[in-house]
């Protein structure tokens, strides 16, 4: 069965330094991988997807997602890291053999940073 | 242009009662995604639409919950016999259609909050 790891409910950075937040993935075959980001009374917003290809992905406001297979992770990171940045972030996976499917998200972490 | 609206914002119902959550996907997106987000967790898939048909309802929990898109765009989720464990955010989400090996992302759209009383 598919499933999303993110092992951290909460992760609290300082304005201005960098941020990792933190998923693992079980998947059958190669997965695709995403991030999105929830803001209250927001709906959710993509920030970015791993397909194939360079396993450094680079997204939305910043953010960029390491695609590591043999750890199967994909944790999220920001160089410098802005208080408008805090908001519950979601790490979700599909199986890589369907261009269109059902996407897996973890049960998320929240991101607050601090002044 | 105009993103995945859904309405309503917000649903009250009473344990029992039938309700309908509607949803209008981004123009020209032939994929439609419904899934259900509970307090203090992710979204949690129930049905997915391929133009008109389901191509995959395996996340509807029981045989009370039933979506439909007849023309191929608005989907409206129906939920029979609401129970208190109903209670939830309900989610719609869209796509483009998928080419080769690319797998377009899903575009969110605000939610019904539900609540059963």
């Known amino acids: 069965a598919q499933s999303v790891a993110q092992p951290e409910d909460q992760v609290n950075v300082a304005e201005g330094n960098p941020l990792t937040v933190k998923c693992t993935y079980s998947?059958?075959?190669?997965?695709?991988l995403f991030w999105y980001v929830q803001y209250p009374n927001r709906g959710l917003q993509f920030l970015l997807k791993?397909?194939?290809?360079?396993?450094l992905v680079k997204g939305s406001y910043g953010f960029e997602a390491e695609f590591n297979k043999s750890q199967t992770s994909f944790h999220l990171k920001k160089p410098s890291a802005l208080v408008s940045d805090s908001a519950l972030y979601f790490c979700a996976v599909t199986p890589g053999y369907s261009s269109a499917s059902k996407i897996i998200f973890g049960s998320g972490t929240r991101l607050s940073i601090r002044p | 242009g105009a993103g995945v609206s859904q309405t309503p914002s917000n649903k009250v119902t009473e344990k029992g009662k039938y309700v309908e959550l509607r949803c209008d996907p981004i123009?020209?997106?032939?994929?439609l995604y419904w899934y259900r987000q509970s307090l203090g967790q992710g979204p949690e898939f129930l049905i997915y639409f391929q133009g008109t048909g389901a191509a995959d309802d395996s996340g509807l929990p029981n045989d009370r919950f039933f979506a439909v898109r007849p023309e191929g765009s608005v989907s409206t989720l129906k939920i029979q016999r609401t129970e208190r464990g109903d209670s939830a955010v309900y989610l719609c989400?869209?796509?483009?259609?998928?080419?080769?090996?690319?797998?377009?992302?899903?575009?969110f759209g605000p939610g019904t909050r539900l609540t059963v009383l």
């Open positions: 791993y397909i194939t290809g360079d396993n």
């Open positions: 998947v059958s075959g190669n997965p695709y």
């Open positions: 123009s020209g997106h032939t994929a």
């Open positions: 989400a869209s796509s483009a259609q998928p080419t080769g090996t690319s797998f377009n992302e899903q575009f």
